[in-house]
């Protein structure tokens, strides 16, 4: 079964898939939606959102708050130590873990800033964006869309 951890604010939650299904969302628009939970009425607005880090700022009955959720997948991978971002410091982006390129999102010359989307690497199942940690101009691009990786094999170059 699906667990999901879950942070609001500084408190941390692991919420099963099965407990969200559970809740009675009605859409309202875009952005509005109306839960019903043991009884209880909530409006939710979603204010923000950052897909790529998995956050979201909502607010629940006029309270804002600030949400991460992460999936099992995301948390083995941090378990792992896969989300070290130390090797990715210096100019050479290497892949965090072995897999197959799904998409270059990059080309020489560009230039980039810190988290530019850079590679779409598919692994355990999941794709991944891999994403710049700082500035630079991209130097060469190792890989090509369907090409597998080791990890820590390169695969852009930054200068």
Known sequence: MANYKVTVGEEELMVQKSTADELDVSKINANHFHVLKNYKAYNIEVISTNFLNKELTISVNGNNHHIKIEDEYDQMVKQMGLFSNASQKL???????????VDVMVEEGQTIEEGTPLIVLSAMKMENIILSQGEGVIKSVAVKKDDAVDKGQIIIEID
Not at 91 to 101: D, E, R, S, W
Request: charged share 10%; glycine share 10%.
């Open 91 to 101: 100019n050479n982006i290497k892949a965090p873990m072995p897999g197959l390129i």
